[in-house]
Nanobody, 121 residues
Framework: QVQLRESGGGSVQAGGSLRLSCAAS????????MGWFRQAPGKEREGVAS????????NYADSVKGRFTISRDYAKNTLSLQMNSLKPEDTAMYYC??????????????WGQGTQVIVSS
């Protein structure tokens, strides 16, 4: 089993920044794809960003392109999501994910417990 633990959520005003982190253990082939999803109240969970180890390829939802950056620190076994120019519509529970890469380029299989992000206008 892969365990994922998120941190770094919080409250921020529109235009501000937050950095989310996800610690993964153990590191196996099951963590070759890692990424982030989010779910706002009353909405379905949606993919935000993903990164595939084998080809160092990253993928972003159109709504966050140019504002969010996903990165992975292999030495520390962590995944990060730097979120800049935050908007109220970014308010959601953010989940770290790992596993296989789906046809939509996001990662499926294992989930963290989530970390809350609130952006006020």
């Amino acid at each position: 089993q892969v365990q994922l633990r998120e941190s770094g959520g919080g409250s921020v005003q529109a235009g501000g920044s937050l950095r989310l982190s996800c610690a993964a253990s153990p590191i196996t082939s099951k963590t070759s794809c890692m990424g982030w999803f989010r779910q706002a109240p009353g909405k379905e969970r949606e993919g935000v960003a993903s990164i595939l180890v084998s080809i160092s390829s990253s993928n972003y939802a159109d709504s966050v392109k140019g504002r969010f950056t996903i990165s992975r620190d292999y030495a520390k076994n962590t995944l990060s999501l730097q979120m800049n120019s935050l908007k109220p519509e970014d308010t959601a529970m953010y989940y770290c994910a790992a596993g296989y890469r789906g046809s939509d380029s996001y990662c499926y299989g294992y989930w963290g417990q989530g970390t809350q992000v609130i952006v006020s206008s």
